[in-house]
């Protein structure tokens, strides 16, 4: 579980930030639509989407399309795209069943039209490796169970009812499809709903922290992994946003580390523990170039 340190350490960036986010919306908007691509190239890439960040990147912003790629993926990152910026437009929209299959609707659109916008039923039964979504049958049932206790529950620390939620709508597994980039749009619209930037949960480290922690849950029913992998990456969201909105320079910390004196591996190991305001851009660990003079 998280430890009081990392919970003091969120609740006074989380402060911050939403004193900072309310003198400068116009700012936030365009910092999310230029975190856009990173989203979703790395949410797709988690499915095995063959698209690179820059392929993404020409598909969302210049509007190009190499022959290469199949209609199905460039659909995928178009999408998904567009279901972000309808949440973006709708930050107060409350997390229903209704917004979730809305969201499905979107993301499967001129993919899988005959599934898009719709729970599993009749005989859809669906595998990820060897665990067995819920029955079709009580899925819907199941999906509105988990929407309302999630609703109706405040006693919790926020992280561990988003992971939590996570969790459980990854193994009921709802749709015949895009199960996982519809649960990763929820936690974000989650957050968004308590004031706090989104989380990028990267591809590149799927096999050593997304599925495992989505594994725990499955054999234990514990979420201390996804709470835990969570808090890390809110931190990170929140040095990220706050950097951007304050700092004079953002720098690698490479760079950081260099100028100041720091082995690069304590550098580097301190920004994945969240001990310094670091955070990734493009798979690359930043800082604020002045960050010295804060210590």
Not at 56 to 73: G, M
Not at 158 to 174: D, G, Q, R, T
Not at 206 to 224: G, M, Q, R, V
Not at 275 to 283: L, N, Q, S
Request: glycine share 6%.
């Amino acid at each position: 579980m998280i430890n009081q340190v990392t919970k003091d350490r969120i609740n006074s960036l989380a402060e911050e930030y939403r004193e900072l986010a309310a003198k400068h919306k116009e700012a936030i908007k365009e910092i999310a639509i230029s975190e856009l691509p990173e989203m979703v190239y790395n949410s797709n890439a988690i499915e095995n989407s063959t698209l690179t960040l820059e392929d993404t990147e020409d598909i969302l912003i210049r509007n190009q399309i190499r022959s290469d790629h199949e209609i199905r993926e460039i659909y995928e990152a178009k999408n998904l795209a567009n279901a972000i910026e309808y949440l973006m437009d709708n930050p107060d929209e409350e997390i229903s069943v209704e917004l979730i299959l809305k969201l499905h609707k979107t993301l499967l659109s001129n993919i899988r039209d005959d599934i898009a916008g719709r729970f599993r039923s009749g005989r859809e039964w669906v595998r990820v490796g060897t665990h067995i979504g819920a029955n079709p049958e009580f899925v819907n049932g199941l999906m509105h169970d988990l929407v309302r206790e999630y609703n109706s529950d405040d006693d919790k620390y926020f992280l561990e009812k988003i992971a939590y939620f996570h969790a459980e709508f990854e193994n009921i597994h709802p749709f015949g499809d895009g199960n996982g980039r519809i649960g990763r749009l929820i936690t974000n619209e989650q957050l968004d709903m308590l004031g706090l930037p989104p989380i990028i949960i990267p591809n590149k480290s799927k096999f050593e922290e997304y599925y495992p922690a989505l594994d725990e849950y499955t054999k234990t029913s514990k979420i201390d992994k996804l709470t835990e992998l969570f808090a890390g990456l809110l931190t990170e969201a929140l040095y990220r946003r706050i950097a951007k909105l304050t700092a004079k320079k953002i720098i690698p910390v490479a760079e950081w580390a260099k100028g100041n004196g720091i082995n690069l591996q304590v550098a580097t190991n301190k920004a994945m523990r969240g001990t310094i305001p670091a955070f990734r851009v493009r798979g690359r660990w930043m800082v604020e170039e002045e960050y010295k003079t804060k210590q």
